[in-house]
């Protein structure tokens, strides 16, 4: 009796809201005030994600305050830590964000469907693309901003234009020769791991100072990575981790192929982020350290010559080899065709033409090869060391 006089008497649902409404007007008030602090700093984040994205910042600026000045700092810092750690901070981060990424949307829309709502999801979304938007401005902060530094072609005396058909066979001829006159006692010496090579890291720490005035960075220890079979699938030898500055390297690199790898992955560290830059400096690396490492840098710069040159050539390259060098190549042809997937190669490496577009390297994956350009129009003293332009913009 009591229970359906309760019911009877008891108010609607509509009625029950327009009460909340009413006692509670604090409450709300203060729930709308947070929701909009929390729009006017997703909307600042994703504005200040885009200014910093298409600013015209002077290659000059980004040179002075960030590769030479904030960002040594941080990389002393950062890559010091991930060599110390057994596992890489990049499999972490990634495996964080997918878990963190898959709750949110969960969530959203187990709640969309619980209120017959879309609001839900589209928060989340929002949520996530602030989220991106912070990530790339650490991105920027931790390394990226090094995309914007003064070019190589401005930093040394090169001359300008592309090299000529027959300087470009004429130095792959050289790096045939030099592999046959250095084969026999590369394989005697043999090859360590890279970061226990003092040769290698003195070297290393002398052409930083070859290019400019800043602290030399540290060198990083070649890690293995959960994305290891993505690498062997897709070709790569090897990456840097933008936001712990470490070394991640194909887990099926051969000893002779590491020195220059690790390398050319260290010259990423030193905040050379273009490719054919990074190469340079790699290869520059290797030729001022022992014999191991020069036979290392004169593989890779075959390889990248052989490449560019149309079959004609290649067939009178491949002829200068002998026969122990040519088993080394070999060898690299047979770990490639072994682990990858055409498909997704192809994926891969558009994938990354795309993202280094996005960063200002207007030529894509094709600045790769830019390195043999470098190498033949820059300006050498003795001792393969380049001249740099007179300049003021590095610190004094």
């Not at 600042?44 to 700092?73: C, Q």
């Not at 590369?186 to 602290?215: C, E, K, N, T, Y």
């Not at 075959?302 to 060898?331: K, S, V």
């Amino acid at each position: 009796m009591d229970l359906a006089i309760h019911e009877r008497g008891s108010p609607s649902r509509r009625h029950l809201r327009k009460i909340a409404a009413f006692t509670t007007p604090d409450l709300n008030r203060e729930n709308r005030y947070t929701l909009t602090v929390k729009v006017v700093l997703q909307a600042a984040v994703l504005a200040l994600a885009m200014v910093a994205a298409l600013a015209p910042v002077s290659p000059a600026t980004i040179e002075r305050w960030f590769s030479t000045g904030l960002y040594p700092v941080i990389q002393h810092r950062l890559t010091p830590l991930a060599n110390a750690l057994p596992f890489a901070w990049l499999d972490v981060l990634v495996a964080a964000v997918c878990v963190a990424v898959l709750l949110v949307l969960v969530r959203a829309v187990r709640t969309s469907r619980q209120s017959r709502r879309l609001a839900p999801v589209l928060r989340a979304v929002a949520s996530l693309a602030t989220t991106a938007a912070a990530v790339y401005l650490v991105f920027l902060l931790l390394w990226g901003f090094n995309y914007r530094r003064v070019p190589m072609s401005e930093r040394l005396l090169v001359e300008p234009g592309a090299p000529a058909a027959d300087a470009v066979l004429a130095l792959g001829t050289e790096a045939a020769s030099q592999l046959n006159a250095l084969h026999a006692d590369a394989h005697r010496i043999g090859w360590v791991q890279p970061l226990d090579d003092q040769s290698l890291r003195q070297a290393f720490v002398d052409v930083q100072r070859m290019l400019v005035d800043a602290p030399a960075a540290t060198p990083g220890r070649l890690k293995a990575t959960l994305f290891g079979p993505y690498f062997r699938w897709t070709g790569v030898d090897g990456m840097i981790n933008p936001f712990g500055l470490e070394v991640l390297s194909n887990p099926d690199l051969l000893d002779f192929e590491r020195p220059f790898i690790a390398a050319h992955e260290w010259a990423h560290l030193a905040g050379y982020a273009d490719e054919s830059e990074a190469s340079f400096v790699g290869w520059l690396t290797c030729m001022h350290a022992d014999v191991p490492a020069r036979y290392s840098a004169w593989l890779f710069l075959y390889w990248q010559i052989n490449g560019e040159l149309d079959a004609a050539a290649r067939a009178r390259l491949a002829q200068a080899l002998g026969p122990g060098a040519r088993q080394d190549i070999t060898a690299i042809v047979e770990r490639l065709q072994r682990g990858q997937r055409p498909w997704l190669r192809m994926a891969g490496w558009r994938l990354y033409d795309q993202y280094l577009k996005a960063n200002r390297v207007e030529e894509g994956v094709r600045s790769y090869g830019a390195v043999v350009t470098l190498i033949l129009r820059a300006r050498f003293a003795p001792g393969w060391t380049p001249v740099r332009r007179a300049s003021n913009l590095e610190p004094q």
